[in-house]
């Protein structure tokens, strides 16, 4: 069967979340940024390239071929770049095909270096949802161990972004969406363990959050590092779910909770400036609801002295115990679909979208 090569760049196809191109490469990078197109063909390969990540943290992508919901296959990336088979059919048809990263960019970075195609195959841009919702998040939006089990370790293939409850949100509203998020990370401090009395802040939401993508370009050497363009998006809502790991730090600590307020506050205000007249939607209670008084008083705050009445407050309910836990205590399959079904009822309630 004889073959063509294509840069990704001189296809028609859809990209969804942050995504990037640089030397004809294309760079998949938060969880659940993914690749869409309608394929007419018999074969369908790509060059992938990732740096590999330990044992338990590489690079996993899924292939969604016509069935958006259940993975045709899922591929664990070895080091280097490789060629792997997407797709592959006896005769010609056409099909929906999908390409998204799973696991999140902070462990293993996911690279589209070529895509290959029978000769007479050929491929088609599908078309945008008329509505899209961005979320920002920490491991609890990156689906972190949500197809893991109770007292099982992390690893980056029990981790499913699109069973967690961003992605499923915006399917209950048939919305695209973007995934901003990194597993462990804070605002005034990423997670630290009870015995650790300093603030983890080697990587913040108010340093990641405003780049393409801040961590890639550290570990490519790539200067400096590029601001992200929000048009690129043009997002009609944002859900803030943060907090999460900053109560690692904060605990009980008066002084600490204070400065957690007011962090929170100066990222909201920043996320008004890059978002004007868009929704933004702060939730908490996903884990733990100890930092809840802090994010409720600092949105109610802003919406009285900006007056502001396109930024809300959400609660997630507290998990019932019978719906299991995922890995190292995150939110189960079930916990997030609890939570995509309260969220979107909420915002179809509030007439947001």
Request: charged share 25%.
């Amino acid at each position: 069967m004889r073959r063509k090569e294509c840069f990704p760049e001189e296809l028609s196809i859809r990209l969804l979340g942050r995504t990037l191109y640089r030397d004809q490469t294309l760079y998949l990078l938060h969880a659940a940024s993914y690749v869409e197109f309608e394929f007419t063909g018999k074969l369908l390969e790509a060059d992938l390239e990732s740096e590999g990540g330990g044992e338990d943290f590489q690079a996993w992508i899924g292939i969604y071929v016509d069935d958006m919901d259940n993975a045709y296959q899922r591929i664990n990336l070895k080091k280097g770049k490789h060629r792997y088979r997407l797709w592959e059919s006896s005769r010609t048809g056409k099909v929906l095909i999908r390409i998204v990263k799973l696991s999140e960019n902070q462990y293993a970075y996911t690279a589209i270096n070529k895509f290959i195609l029978d000769e007479n195959a050929c491929i088609q841009k599908t078309a945008a949802k008329k509505k899209r919702i961005e979320f920002i998040g920490d491991s609890i939006t990156c689906g972190f161990g949500n197809e893991g089990n109770p007292g099982d370790l992390f690893t980056t293939g029990t981790e499913n972004p699109l069973k967690a409850y961003g992605a499923l949100t915006a399917g209950k509203l048939d919305c695209d969406f973007t995934i901003v998020a990194w597993s462990g990370i804070g605002i005034i401090s990423s997670w630290i363990p009870p015995e650790v009395e300093e603030p983890n802040e080697g990587m913040l939401v108010p340093m990641v959050y405003p780049y393409v993508d801040y961590g890639l370009f550290r570990k490519k050497g790539w200067f400096p590092n590029e601001k992200y363009d929000y048009e690129i998006d043009n997002c009609d809502a944002i859900v803030v779910n943060l907090g999460t790991n900053d109560a690692s730090y904060t605990r009980d600590n008066s002084i600490r909770r204070q400065a957690f307020f007011e962090a929170y506050q100066k990222f909201i205000r920043y996320l008004r400036l890059t978002h004007r007249k868009k929704a933004i939607i702060c939730t908490s209670g996903a884990m733990t609801d100890l930092l809840d008084h802090e994010i409720q008083a600092a949105v109610e705050a802003l919406r009285k002295e900006e007056h502001d009445s396109l930024l809300y407050y959400m609660k997630f309910g507290k998990p019932d115990a019978e719906d299991g836990e995922g890995a190292v205590g995150h939110p189960s399959m079930i916990q997030h679909e609890k939570m995509a079904e309260q969220l979107s009822a909420w915002i179809k309630e509030m007439g947001i979208l």
